[in-house]
């Protein structure tokens, strides 16, 4: 790993534009839980099965927590895809192949950046709709979207990976 190259990749105009959609999604959520909060009832659900029904309960303080992580994963999945050549590889890196493989890896942990932070979202949309009554929209497709939202930028990019090497 130490003879890794190391590159300083310019953001392209996609990367720039999937970095602007992550910070405008995290600062959605904060207004979101922030403003849903004072309406909370004392508590709330915590934890969903499989269905999407809810079978924890805690107080409502613990929605919190769901902005609160999503920022530190922000900011950590930020600053590790400013070191590329740290990551591990299932290929050599090499002067001739660095900057492809840089660019997926960097590009991935952009885009997962995004969907994690849809996946806290939505764990937080789901919280506050059945604490509130509201109707629910994702029923028993909301496991199944949350599974979606995290495995398909990994298959996506572990392919785009698997032809580029």
Do not use: C
């Amino acid at each position: 790993m130490s003879n890794r190259p190391i590159l300083k990749l310019p953001l392209t105009a996609f990367d720039r534009s999937i970095e602007v959609l992550g910070l405008l999604l995290l600062i959605g959520f904060w207004i979101f839980t922030v403003k849903f909060y004072p309406l909370l009832p004392e508590i709330i659900p915590t934890h969903f099965g499989g269905g999407g029904e809810p079978d924890g309960f805690g107080s409502k303080a613990t929605i919190l927590g769901l902005p609160i992580v999503s920022t530190v994963l922000y900011v950590m999945l930020s600053i590790f895809s400013r070191y590329p050549h740290k990551m591990n590889y299932s290929v050599t890196i090499t002067a001739e192949n660095a900057e492809v493989q840089y660019r997926i890896m960097t590009r991935m942990i952009r885009v997962l950046k995004v969907f994690v932070l849809l996946i806290f979202w939505i764990l937080d949309y789901k919280t506050v709709q059945i604490a509130l009554g509201w109707p629910d929209v994702l029923g028993k497709w909301f496991l199944l979207l949350l599974f979606t939202l995290l495995f398909a930028p990994i298959f996506y990019f572990l392919i785009q990976f698997s032809k580029n090497s």
